[in-house]
């Protein structure tokens, strides 16, 4: 029987290979169908967020064809005029556009300059408070102004620069630095800074808790090797804190360069005024004013993809460059 056996021709490699993957493949699928069985609870938590996700962020791109149409309300999708990019070229050959897009550039990299990095420096400044009391004070006094609405911080902030009787003017002129008040809400030249400096002390605060956060989970210990070796304040701020929320640093600064030209209306709105148009006007008002007011929906749709076609494109430039030098990304 032994010589029968030895007789018999072996299985071929190639075969017991086939099997092996079969049985590989067997098992993997069963791992994953376990792995959802016993997370069906948490698939079935997440259904509703995705749903939402689906109906507000996904469902609406559909509108986007209005792009492509000579849109009039009331007809039926088959009703519509085709223009092809029409309205795309009508964007494009228009100086008020590049006007537009010049102050919403101007005013979303003086934003992102000085709305990245002071969050930091504030962050990093109440962690070395040392004071609890105060620093939960100051913690407290910096989130409010995120809680007030662009409505009640405007009427805030153009009463303190008002040429009567605003504080900022007579500070100017109790200090003798200027001889007379400065209408600083008619100034084209000043209406960046407003804008920058309005958002800038209403949302710091706010901006300064994923920094807080971040800080919060590096190792207590480094700080305490740290200043066993005679390391100063300053050289365990430079050598302990930034490196250790590098990747958050990293990851925000992405986001941020992602929504240069999404920076909204509201504030625009709000502070500017006839007498500073020409630098006021961004992208979202620009749609407001020159689409939806004067029914040019289709014309409205085209200026917005344009807006998102720019900001996906800033994000995946300044995603691939970080990751470059820094093997930090959020794709």
């Known amino acids: 029987m032994e010589n029968v056996k030895s007789l018999q021709p072996a299985r071929p ?5 086939k099997s092996s993957k079969k049985s590989s493949k067997k098992s993997n699928t069963k791992s ?3 792995i959802l069985f016993e997370q069906r609870y948490l698939f079935l938590m997440s259904l509703p967020f995705v749903v939402w996700l689906l109906v507000f962020n996904y469902l609406p791109l559909w509108g986007w064809t209005m792009a492509f149409q000579k849109f009039k309300p009331g007809r039926s999708f088959s009703e519509q005029e085709w223009v092809g990019l029409d309205n795309f070229v009508m964007l494009f050959q228009d100086p ?7 102050n919403t550039l101007a005013m979303s990299f003086m934003g992102l300059i000085a709305g990245y990095t002071v969050p930091i420096l504030f962050a990093i400044l109440l962690n070395e408070l ?23 911080a405007a009427g805030i902030i153009t009463k303190m620069l008002s040429s009567d009787g605003g504080i900022v003017n007579e500070v100017l ?6 001889d007379q008040p400065i209408q600083f809400m008619s100034q084209g030249k000043w209406f960046w800074a407003i804008v920058t400096l309005s958002d800038l002390w209403k949302e710091m605060g706010w901006n300064s808790i994923i920094f807080l956060a971040a800080i919060a989970g590096i190792d207590p210990e480094l700080y305490e090797a740290a200043k066993v070796d005679g390391a100063g304040r300053f050289r365990r701020i430079w050598h302990i804190t930034l490196p250790g929320i590098r990747s958050t640093l990293m990851v925000m ?6 929504w240069l030209t999404s920076i909204g209306f509201e504030k625009q709105f709000l502070l500017g005024n006839a007498l500073v148009q020409d630098y006021s006007q961004v ?7 020159y689409g939806i007011n004067l029914g040019r929906y289709s014309y409205g749709t085209a200026i917005g993809i344009f807006n998102s076609f720019v900001a996906i494109t800033l994000l995946l430039i300044s ?9 930090e990304s959020v794709i």
């Open 13 to 17: 490699a190639f075969s017991r290979k």
């Open 32 to 34: 994953k169908l376990r």
């Open 96 to 102: 008020m556009f590049y006007l537009v897009l010049r």
């Open 130 to 152: 040392r004071w609890m009391l105060f620093k939960r004070v100051m913690q407290t006094v910096s989130y409010l102004p995120h809680f007030v609405s662009w409505v009640v």
């Open 173 to 178: 002129l109790s200090l003798h630095i200027i």
């Open 253 to 258: 600064l992405i986001l941020s360069i992602g």
């Open 283 to 289: 992208l979202d008002l620009y749609v407001l004013n």
């Open 319 to 327: 995603n691939r460059i970080f990751k470059r030098w820094t093997n």
